[in-house]
């Protein structure tokens, strides 16, 4: 028997398929304990625990625990840009922005896993897998410098502008949007509940407006 997998579309057997949601469900695992606890403050007993599975079944799939961690920072990083692409595709300008900022919030405050990983293990060099961190990173900024450009060639067409930005000022800018909308989503689930998403997104509007 065979059945379709959620990722590709493609048909797989049904061992396959097993295999797959295992893995699957061993990086949630891994995610949900390193945003809860920290990588170094989390065990393979810990992950395979929460995973459901036994300890041999995380060394299977992923061979250490320092490979497993690589994988959670990557698709962490490659979960929002997909979030980024999928929010401005129908969009261009300060539209596209404004919308990859809502979606944003939305997907930090729905998966704030996610939002703290990419905080606190993105930037770690000193763990194993650092060499990758540069892989992950341009994942994750790509599609908003992207963005940012738009803004700016809008902006610069409307004569709003005649300012020439580097790639470099853009990437800047791109992080700059990245890291205040991850503490604005945590800020606000932990500090401010009552507010809504929208309310803060106005808010980040208002102060990126000036920054692209």
Request: hydrophobic share 50%; charged share 25%.
């Amino acid at each position: 028997m065979s059945v379709t997998s959620p990722r590709d579309g493609t048909r797989t057997d049904g061992r396959t398929a097993r295999r797959v949601a295992t893995r699957e469900r061993v990086i949630a695992a891994g995610l949900e304990l390193f945003a809860e606890r920290g990588y170094s403050a989390t065990s393979v007993d810990d992950i395979a625990e929460r995973a459901g599975v036994s300890k041999g079944t995380v060394f299977y799939n992923f061979g250490s625990k320092q490979r497993l961690g690589a994988v959670v920072v990557r698709e962490s990083a490659d979960r929002i840009a997909a979030v980024v692409a999928a929010a401005r595709a129908p969009l261009e300008g300060w539209e596209a922005l404004s919308a990859i900022v809502l979606a944003l919030l939305r997907a930090f405050d729905t998966d704030p896993a996610t939002c703290q990983v990419l905080l606190t293990e993105l930037f770690r060099n000193e763990r194993p897998w650092h060499a990758e961190l540069p892989a992950a990173r341009a994942a994750l900024i790509a599609p908003v410098v992207a963005v940012i450009r738009g803004v700016h060639e809008e902006r610069f067409a409307a004569g709003r502008t005649q300012a020439q930005p580097s790639d470099e000022h853009f990437e800047m800018i791109a992080v700059a949007i990245l890291g205040a909308l991850a503490f604005s989503a945590l800020d606000r689930a932990t500090f401010h509940p009552q507010r809504s998403i929208e309310d803060v997104q106005t808010a980040l509007m208002v102060t990126i407006s000036g920054l692209a």
